[in-house]
C-alpha cells in the first residue's frame, strides 16, 4: 500500500462543470473511508467555487490570483496546509478554466520533484457539451475567437480520458455526436459519459480514476502566444455585495433573476459568457445560480431553500468580452434587483480585469520517466 497521497486533477473549460464534479468525487471517497482535501484555482480572489466546497463539508484550500502553472509553489503549499491535521488520502485539485498546458507545468514538476510524495491519478478533462459542440463541429458562431477556441482544444488534447458532462440534459443522439466529434479529433483518449449532477456514470469514472500507472504523460506542442491572447481575450470579474431588504426574500429567486438580468444584458451586448455564477449566503445557508453559454437557460444549481433580509451575493462573471463593460453590467444588474426588492445595496468587492499572460514556473519537455 503506498504511502503516497493521490493527485487527482480535473480540468475543463470555463463552466463545464468541475466544482459539481469534484463535490461528487469527494463525496464518494469520503463515504469510502478516505480523507479527503480539495484546492481551487482561480485568476482573482473571493471564488464562489471555494465557498461551495466548505458549505458542502470539505476541507479546502485555494489558489488565488494565478493559475496552478504560474504559482505552482503556492500549490505545493496549499495540498501540505490540508495535511496539517490529518493527512488527506486523496487531494482533489480543479484548476482554472482558461488554462491548459497543465501535464507539463503541473503533473510532470509534481513527477518530477515530488514523487516520493505524491500518486498521479489519471488526468481527466471535462467537455462543455454546449461550446464544446459548437468548436469541434467548426461552427460559424461559437461565441469565442480562434484563439479563445485554441485552449479548449488543447485542454482535451492532453486528457488521459474526456469526460462527456451533462448527460442528463442531453439526448442520446446529441451525446453520440459529441463523442463522434471527440472521436474524430483525439483518437485513442478514452470517452466517459457523465452526470455530475445526477451521478450518472460515475461508478466508471471512480473506476477509471483509480487505475494504477504512468498517466499526466501528453505534453503538448503549444504556441503560447496564441494561448495568450486567447486567455486574455475572456473578461473576468468578481464581485461581492450585500443586499439589505425590508423583508425576507427568496434568496434562490433572487439568484436566478440576477443572472437571468445578466444573460439578457450580455446578449444584448453580443458578449457570449464563458462561465457566470452567483452565490447568495445568508446565516450558514447558501444557493448557487449560473449561466454556462449564451443558448442555455439560467440554472439554479444548488437551492438554498431559504428567505434572508441580510443575504451576501457573490458574482464570479467570465465572459468575452472588455472587463469595463462587464463591470457595468454587473453594476446595472444588482442595482436593478435592488430597486425591485427596495433594498439597501452595499458593494464590497469589484474586481474585473483580462488575466495576463501565462509564466509557468515549471514546464517539463519530457516525463520524468524519460
Not at 54 to 77: I, P, Q, Y
Not at 329 to 347: G, N, P
Amino acid at each position: 500500500m503506498s504511502n503516497r497521497m493521490r493527485y487527482v486533477m480535473v480540468g475543463g473549460f470555463l463552466g463545464a462543470g468541475k466544482t459539481t464534479t469534484l463535490a461528487r468525487l469527494a463525496g464518494h471517497y469520503r463515504q469510502q473511508g478516505l480523507n479527503v482535501g480539495i484546492v481551487t484555482n482561480d485568476q482573482a480572489d473571493d471564488l464562489v467555487d471555494t465557498g461551495i466546497l466548505r458549505g458542502l463539508g470539505f476541507d479546502v484550500e485555494e489558489v488565488a490570483g494565478a493559475c496552478f502553472c504560474c504559482n505552482f509553489d503556492e500549490l505545493m503549499d496549499r495540498m501540505k496546509s490540508l495535511g496539517k491535521e490529518e493527512r488527506p488520502d486523496i487531494i482533489l485539485t480543479e484548476p482554472v478554466g482558461s488554462c491548459t498546458d497543465l501535464v507539463a507545468t503541473v503533473i510532470q514538476p509534481i513527477k518530477h520533484l515530488f514523487d516520493t510524495e505524491f500518486e498521479i491519478a489519471p488526468y481527466t478533462v471535462i467537455l462543455k457539451p454546449s461550446h464544446g459542440r459548437k468548436i469541434l463541429a467548426a461552427a460559424k458562431r461559437t461565441g469565442f475567437s480562434p484563439k479563445a477556441e485554441y485552449i479548449l482544444r488543447k485542454q482535451l488534447e492532453e486528457a488521459d480520458a474526456i469526460l462527456i458532462n451533462r448527460c442528463d440534459e442531453l439526448s442520446t443522439e446529441e451525446v453520440d455526436e459529441l463523442e463522434n466529434l471527440l472521436t474524430k479529433h483525439y483518437p485513442g483518449t478514452p470517452v466517459l459519459r457523465i452526470s455530475a449532477k445526477d451521478g450518472t456514470g460515475f461508478p466508471e469514472l471512480l473506476q477509471f480514476l483509480d487505475q494504477r500507472g504512468d498517466f499526466g504523460k501528453k505534453i503538448l506542442d503549444i504556441d503560447y502566444d496564441v494561448y495568450a491572447e486567447g486567455e486574455a481575450e475572456l473578461g473576468w470579474l468578481n464581485c461581492s455585495c450585500r443586499l439589505e431588504t425590508p423583508e425576507p426574500i427568496e434568496i434562490d429567486d433572487v439568484l436566478v433573476e440576477i443572472v437571468e438580468l445578466l444573460r439578457i444584458a450580455l446578449l444584448d451586448a453580443d458578449a457570449e459568457p464563458a462561465h457566470l455564477k452567483t452565490i447568495g449566503l445568508w446565516e450558514g445557508f447558501f444557493g448557487v445560480a449560473n449561466l454556462i453559454s449564451s443558448d442555455t437557460p439560467v440554472q439554479l444549481s444548488l437551492p438554498s431553500k431559504q428567505k434572508g433580509s441580510k443575504v451576501d451575493i457573490i458574482v464570479n462573471a467570465r465572459v468575452a468580452c472588455d472587463p469595463a463593460i462587464l463591470e457595468t453590467i454587473v453594476r446595472d444588474a444588482l442595482q436593478e434587483i435592488a430597486k425591485k426588492y427596495q433594498s439597501d445595496l452595499s458593494f464590497k468587492q469589484m474586481l474585473s480585469f483580462r488575466p495576463g499572460r501565462p509564466v509557468p514556473t515549471h514546464r517539463f519537455k519530457e516525463t520524468a520517466d524519460s
